[in-house]
């Protein structure tokens, strides 16, 4: 009887890391959606004029 217990313990746990898995996944990015984010280091600020050289 305890067999029967210890086994259906083990069901219901592979179960909640089953749907634990599925939330999850839906908190991640679709597939085939664009991405908020841009590739690359994205928009850059313009540069400010520069205060370098050697003129005296």
Do not use: C
């Not at 841009?38 to 540069?47: F, H, L, V």
């Amino acid at each position: 009887m305890l067999d029967v217990v210890y086994l259906v313990a083990i069901l219901a746990l592979f179960a909640l890391v089953a749907l634990i898995a599925q939330g999850v996944e839906k908190l991640g990015p679709q597939p085939g959606a664009p991405s908020a984010r841009t590739p690359g280091r994205g928009a850059q600020p313009p540069a400010a004029p520069g205060r370098g050289g050697d003129s005296a």
